[in-house]
Protein backbone atom coordinates (compact mmCIF):
# COMPACT_ATOMS: atom_id res chain seq x y z
CA UNK A 1 0.00 0.00 0.00
CA UNK A 2 2.87 2.50 0.70
CA UNK A 3 4.96 1.81 -2.50
CA UNK A 4 1.25 2.27 -4.39
CA UNK A 5 0.79 5.42 -2.83
CA UNK A 6 4.22 6.99 -3.13
CA UNK A 7 4.28 5.85 -6.88
CA UNK A 8 0.99 7.63 -7.07
CA UNK A 9 2.19 10.80 -6.05
CA UNK A 10 5.48 10.79 -7.79
CA UNK A 11 3.03 10.68 -10.57
CA UNK A 12 0.37 12.94 -9.56
CA UNK A 13 4.35 15.28 -9.48
CA UNK A 14 4.72 14.67 -12.60
CA UNK A 15 1.22 15.73 -13.56
CA UNK A 16 1.19 18.87 -11.85
CA UNK A 17 4.59 19.74 -13.68
CA UNK A 18 2.82 19.01 -17.12
CA UNK A 19 -0.21 21.35 -15.84
CA UNK A 20 1.96 24.26 -15.00
CA UNK A 21 3.77 24.02 -18.45
CA UNK A 22 0.86 24.53 -19.96
CA UNK A 23 -0.77 26.88 -17.86
CA UNK A 24 2.51 29.10 -18.04
CA UNK A 25 2.26 28.86 -22.19
CA UNK A 26 -1.40 29.51 -22.31
CA UNK A 27 -1.42 32.16 -20.08
CA UNK A 28 1.48 34.21 -21.61
CA UNK A 29 0.15 33.23 -25.10
CA UNK A 30 -3.08 35.21 -24.14
CA UNK A 31 -2.53 38.61 -23.23
CA UNK A 32 -0.41 40.99 -21.85
CA UNK A 33 -1.34 41.87 -18.12
CA UNK A 34 0.71 45.53 -18.52
CA UNK A 35 -1.42 46.77 -21.10
CA UNK A 36 -4.36 46.36 -18.18
CA UNK A 37 -2.14 47.63 -15.26
CA UNK A 38 -1.27 50.85 -17.01
CA UNK A 39 -3.38 53.76 -17.96
CA UNK A 40 -4.54 54.66 -21.46
CA UNK A 41 -2.32 57.91 -20.87
CA UNK A 42 1.14 55.87 -20.10
CA UNK A 43 3.59 55.64 -23.05
CA UNK A 44 5.84 52.69 -24.94
CA UNK A 45 8.52 53.74 -22.28
CA UNK A 46 6.59 52.97 -19.15
CA UNK A 47 5.34 49.93 -20.33
CA UNK A 48 8.78 49.02 -21.09
CA UNK A 49 9.97 50.10 -17.50
CA UNK A 50 6.98 48.10 -15.92
CA UNK A 51 7.40 45.21 -18.12
CA UNK A 52 11.05 44.55 -17.06
CA UNK A 53 9.96 45.43 -13.48
CA UNK A 54 7.61 42.53 -13.62
CA UNK A 55 10.41 39.74 -15.58
CA UNK A 56 8.03 39.73 -18.45
CA UNK A 57 10.90 41.31 -20.79
CA UNK A 58 12.95 37.55 -20.39
CA UNK A 59 12.91 34.70 -22.45
CA UNK A 60 9.72 31.99 -21.74
CA UNK A 61 12.06 29.78 -20.71
CA UNK A 62 13.47 31.84 -18.31
CA UNK A 63 10.46 33.26 -16.69
CA UNK A 64 9.10 29.72 -16.53
CA UNK A 65 12.36 28.77 -14.78
CA UNK A 66 12.12 31.18 -11.99
CA UNK A 67 8.32 30.00 -11.91
CA UNK A 68 9.34 26.44 -11.45
CA UNK A 69 12.10 27.33 -8.59
CA UNK A 70 9.09 29.22 -6.47
CA UNK A 71 6.90 26.58 -7.03
CA UNK A 72 9.45 24.39 -5.22
CA UNK A 73 9.33 26.78 -2.09
CA UNK A 74 5.67 26.76 -2.74
CA UNK A 75 6.12 30.81 -3.90
CA UNK A 76 3.36 31.53 -6.82
CA UNK A 77 4.26 35.23 -6.23
CA UNK A 78 2.11 37.92 -5.82
CA UNK A 79 -0.59 38.66 -7.95
CA UNK A 80 -0.03 41.09 -9.84
CA UNK A 81 -3.44 43.34 -8.91
CA UNK A 82 -3.93 42.44 -5.78
CA UNK A 83 -0.51 42.90 -5.01
CA UNK A 84 -0.98 39.80 -2.25
CA UNK A 85 0.50 36.80 -2.45
CA UNK A 86 -1.30 34.50 -4.94
CA UNK A 87 -1.09 31.08 -2.93
CA UNK A 88 -2.65 32.98 0.46
CA UNK A 89 -5.26 34.22 -2.17
CA UNK A 90 -5.64 30.73 -3.21
CA UNK A 91 -5.75 29.26 0.39
CA UNK A 92 -8.62 31.71 1.37
CA UNK A 93 -11.09 30.77 -1.42
CA UNK A 94 -10.43 26.47 -0.82
CA UNK A 95 -12.94 26.06 1.53
CA UNK A 96 -15.93 27.98 -0.50
CA UNK A 97 -15.20 26.01 -3.53
CA UNK A 98 -15.39 22.38 -1.23
CA UNK A 99 -18.28 23.43 0.76
CA UNK A 100 -20.14 23.48 -2.81
CA UNK A 101 -18.17 20.77 -4.38
CA UNK A 102 -18.90 18.46 -1.63
CA UNK A 103 -22.58 19.73 -1.39
CA UNK A 104 -23.56 19.33 -5.22
CA UNK A 105 -21.72 15.93 -4.66
CA UNK A 106 -23.83 15.05 -1.99
CA UNK A 107 -26.83 16.35 -3.11
CA UNK A 108 -26.45 14.64 -6.39
CA UNK A 109 -25.71 10.78 -4.69
CA UNK A 110 -28.79 11.35 -2.58
CA UNK A 111 -31.15 12.05 -5.59
CA UNK A 112 -29.35 9.85 -8.32
CA UNK A 113 -28.91 6.34 -6.29
CA UNK A 114 -32.54 6.07 -5.45
CA UNK A 115 -33.61 6.51 -8.66
CA UNK A 116 -31.21 4.21 -10.18
CA UNK A 117 -32.21 1.66 -8.19
CA UNK A 118 -36.15 2.10 -8.15
CA UNK A 119 -35.51 1.93 -12.13
CA UNK A 120 -33.63 -0.96 -11.90
CA UNK A 121 -36.06 -2.81 -9.89
CA UNK A 122 -38.66 -1.62 -11.83
CA UNK A 123 -37.07 -1.82 -14.96
CA UNK A 124 -39.06 -1.39 -18.18
CA UNK A 125 -42.41 0.35 -16.29
CA UNK A 126 -43.47 3.76 -16.54
CA UNK A 127 -41.44 4.43 -13.25
CA UNK A 128 -37.96 3.56 -14.93
CA UNK A 129 -39.20 5.99 -18.37
CA UNK A 130 -39.64 8.70 -15.95
CA UNK A 131 -36.18 8.68 -14.42
CA UNK A 132 -34.79 7.90 -17.63
CA UNK A 133 -36.11 10.59 -18.98
CA UNK A 134 -34.96 13.02 -16.02
CA UNK A 135 -31.64 11.44 -16.67
CA UNK A 136 -30.87 12.73 -20.06
CA UNK A 137 -32.80 15.90 -19.83
CA UNK A 138 -30.32 16.61 -16.63
CA UNK A 139 -27.46 15.86 -18.79
CA UNK A 140 -28.22 17.79 -21.43
CA UNK A 141 -29.30 21.08 -19.56
CA UNK A 142 -25.94 23.49 -19.71
CA UNK A 143 -24.89 24.48 -16.24
CA UNK A 144 -24.72 28.40 -16.84
CA UNK A 145 -28.77 27.79 -17.72
CA UNK A 146 -29.98 25.86 -15.11
CA UNK A 147 -28.22 28.23 -12.26
CA UNK A 148 -29.67 31.48 -14.29
CA UNK A 149 -33.74 29.67 -14.20
CA UNK A 150 -32.89 29.24 -10.64
CA UNK A 151 -31.61 32.73 -10.29
CA UNK A 152 -35.05 34.07 -11.92
CA UNK A 153 -37.08 31.92 -9.98
CA UNK A 154 -36.19 31.81 -6.56
CA UNK A 155 -34.38 35.02 -6.33
CA UNK A 156 -35.81 37.28 -8.75
CA UNK A 157 -39.99 36.06 -8.95
CA UNK A 158 -40.19 34.23 -5.57
CA UNK A 159 -37.81 36.45 -3.44
CA UNK A 160 -37.29 32.76 -1.16
CA UNK A 161 -33.39 32.56 -1.54
CA UNK A 162 -30.59 35.04 -2.22
CA UNK A 163 -29.44 34.73 -5.68
CA UNK A 164 -25.62 35.50 -4.89
CA UNK A 165 -22.85 35.22 -2.31
CA UNK A 166 -21.85 32.84 0.31
CA UNK A 167 -22.86 32.88 3.77
CA UNK A 168 -26.32 31.16 5.24
CA UNK A 169 -27.15 27.55 4.32
CA UNK A 170 -30.22 29.84 1.79
CA UNK A 171 -27.16 30.31 -0.04
CA UNK A 172 -25.92 27.37 -0.58
CA UNK A 173 -28.88 25.73 -1.80
CA UNK A 174 -28.71 26.86 -5.45
CA UNK A 175 -25.24 26.72 -6.35
CA UNK A 176 -25.31 23.27 -4.79
CA UNK A 177 -28.70 22.33 -6.80
CA UNK A 178 -26.85 23.25 -10.00
CA UNK A 179 -23.82 21.51 -9.57
CA UNK A 180 -25.27 18.43 -8.53
CA UNK A 181 -27.48 18.39 -11.79
CA UNK A 182 -24.22 18.04 -13.21
CA UNK A 183 -23.38 14.80 -11.81
CA UNK A 184 -26.78 12.96 -10.93
CA UNK A 185 -27.77 11.75 -14.74
CA UNK A 186 -24.89 10.35 -14.56
CA UNK A 187 -24.90 8.59 -11.74
CA UNK A 188 -28.44 7.36 -12.00
CA UNK A 189 -27.23 6.05 -14.96
CA UNK A 190 -24.53 3.89 -14.27
CA UNK A 191 -26.48 2.65 -10.87
CA UNK A 192 -29.22 1.56 -13.14
CA UNK A 193 -26.93 -0.08 -15.58
CA UNK A 194 -24.75 -2.11 -12.61
CA UNK A 195 -28.26 -2.74 -10.48
CA UNK A 196 -29.50 -4.56 -13.52
CA UNK A 197 -26.37 -6.40 -14.67
CA UNK A 198 -25.78 -7.63 -10.92
CA UNK A 199 -29.85 -8.28 -10.23
CA UNK A 200 -29.31 -11.19 -13.20
CA UNK A 201 -26.82 -12.73 -11.39
CA UNK A 202 -26.99 -16.47 -10.27
CA UNK A 203 -26.04 -15.53 -6.54
CA UNK A 204 -28.84 -13.20 -6.30
CA UNK A 205 -31.37 -15.72 -7.60
CA UNK A 206 -30.35 -18.23 -5.13
CA UNK A 207 -30.41 -15.51 -2.21
CA UNK A 208 -34.22 -15.05 -3.44
CA UNK A 209 -35.04 -18.97 -3.71
CA UNK A 210 -33.35 -19.25 0.18
CA UNK A 211 -36.10 -17.12 1.10
CA UNK A 212 -34.07 -13.76 2.00
CA UNK A 213 -35.90 -10.96 2.51
CA UNK A 214 -36.02 -8.74 -0.88
CA UNK A 215 -34.67 -5.69 0.78
CA UNK A 216 -31.27 -7.43 1.88
CA UNK A 217 -31.31 -9.15 -1.41
CA UNK A 218 -31.11 -5.79 -3.12
CA UNK A 219 -29.03 -3.39 -0.40
CA UNK A 220 -26.80 -6.18 0.98
CA UNK A 221 -26.39 -8.50 -1.75
CA UNK A 222 -27.07 -6.23 -5.42
CA UNK A 223 -26.26 -2.65 -4.34
CA UNK A 224 -22.78 -3.64 -1.90
CA UNK A 225 -21.25 -5.06 -5.35
CA UNK A 226 -22.99 -2.02 -7.52
CA UNK A 227 -21.02 0.26 -5.49
CA UNK A 228 -17.47 -0.38 -6.83
CA UNK A 229 -18.36 0.71 -10.04
CA UNK A 230 -20.10 3.56 -8.78
CA UNK A 231 -17.44 5.33 -6.55
CA UNK A 232 -15.36 4.78 -9.24
CA UNK A 233 -17.48 6.73 -11.49
CA UNK A 234 -18.27 9.70 -8.60
CA UNK A 235 -14.26 9.90 -8.28
CA UNK A 236 -13.85 10.13 -12.17
CA UNK A 237 -17.05 12.71 -11.97
CA UNK A 238 -14.85 15.20 -9.38
CA UNK A 239 -12.90 16.62 -11.85
CA UNK A 240 -15.54 17.49 -13.91
CA UNK A 241 -17.30 18.55 -11.19
CA UNK A 242 -14.79 21.28 -10.11
CA UNK A 243 -14.80 22.17 -13.38
CA UNK A 244 -18.43 22.93 -13.23
CA UNK A 245 -18.09 24.63 -10.21
CA UNK A 246 -15.72 27.15 -11.98
CA UNK A 247 -18.81 28.04 -14.42
CA UNK A 248 -21.62 27.86 -11.01
CA UNK A 249 -19.20 29.71 -9.41
CA UNK A 250 -19.25 32.29 -11.73
CA UNK A 251 -22.60 32.91 -11.70
CA UNK A 252 -23.88 32.51 -8.05
CA UNK A 253 -21.02 34.91 -7.53
CA UNK A 254 -19.56 32.57 -5.17
CA UNK A 255 -16.43 33.38 -3.15
CA UNK A 256 -14.40 30.38 -4.76
CA UNK A 257 -11.30 29.29 -6.88
CA UNK A 258 -13.20 28.79 -9.25
CA UNK A 259 -14.59 32.18 -9.70
CA UNK A 260 -10.70 33.70 -8.52
CA UNK A 261 -9.40 31.74 -11.66
CA UNK A 262 -11.97 33.08 -13.92
CA UNK A 263 -11.11 36.99 -12.55
CA UNK A 264 -7.19 35.90 -12.88
CA UNK A 265 -7.38 34.79 -16.06
CA UNK A 266 -9.28 37.51 -17.56
CA UNK A 267 -6.98 40.17 -16.14
CA UNK A 268 -4.08 37.99 -17.39
CA UNK A 269 -2.77 37.91 -13.57
CA UNK A 270 -0.09 35.05 -14.44
CA UNK A 271 0.19 33.86 -10.68
CA UNK A 272 -2.71 34.09 -9.27
CA UNK A 273 -4.28 32.37 -12.32
CA UNK A 274 -1.19 29.54 -11.92
CA UNK A 275 -1.67 29.34 -8.31
CA UNK A 276 -5.73 29.07 -8.66
CA UNK A 277 -5.07 26.37 -11.31
CA UNK A 278 -2.44 23.87 -10.35
CA UNK A 279 -4.47 24.25 -6.74
CA UNK A 280 -7.49 22.48 -8.33
CA UNK A 281 -5.11 20.34 -10.54
CA UNK A 282 -4.08 18.75 -6.84
CA UNK A 283 -7.49 18.36 -5.44
CA UNK A 284 -8.29 16.69 -8.15
CA UNK A 285 -5.63 14.15 -8.39
CA UNK A 286 -5.70 13.65 -4.73
CA UNK A 287 -9.20 12.69 -5.02
CA UNK A 288 -9.19 9.95 -7.31
CA UNK A 289 -5.93 8.55 -5.49
CA UNK A 290 -8.29 8.53 -2.13
CA UNK A 291 -11.12 6.70 -4.73
CA UNK A 292 -8.42 3.81 -5.95
CA UNK A 293 -7.78 3.19 -2.55
CA UNK A 294 -11.39 3.25 -1.54
CA UNK A 295 -12.20 0.92 -4.38
CA UNK A 296 -9.30 -1.24 -3.33
CA UNK A 297 -11.17 -1.77 -0.20
CA UNK A 298 -14.01 -2.47 -1.50
CA UNK A 299 -13.13 -4.86 -3.79
CA UNK A 300 -11.06 -8.00 -1.90
CA UNK A 301 -10.07 -8.60 -5.33
CA UNK A 302 -8.15 -6.13 -6.04
CA UNK A 303 -4.39 -5.63 -4.90
CA UNK A 304 -2.00 -2.89 -4.42
CA UNK A 305 1.18 -3.57 -6.57
Known amino acids: M ?39 ESKAEDAKILRQALGLDRPLYVQYGI ?8 DFGNSLFIREPALALVLERIPATIQLTVAGMVLA ?11 AVRRYTLLDNLCTMLAVSGQAMPIF ?21 RGTPLHLLMPAATLGASLAPITMRMTRSKMLDILSEDYIRTARAKGVHERLVLFRHAFLNASIPIVTILGLQFGRLLGGAIVTETVFAWPGIGSLAVSAIRNFDYPLAQA ?26 IRFD
Request: proline content about 4%; aromatic content about 6%.
Open 2 to 40: TTYVLKRLAEAVIVCVGISVITFLLLHVAGDPVQLLLSI
Open 67 to 74: FLKGLLRL
Open 276 to 301: AILMMALIVVLVNLSVDIAVGYLDPR
Open 109 to 119: ILISIPLGVIA
Open 145 to 165: WLGLMLIILFAVKWHVLPASG
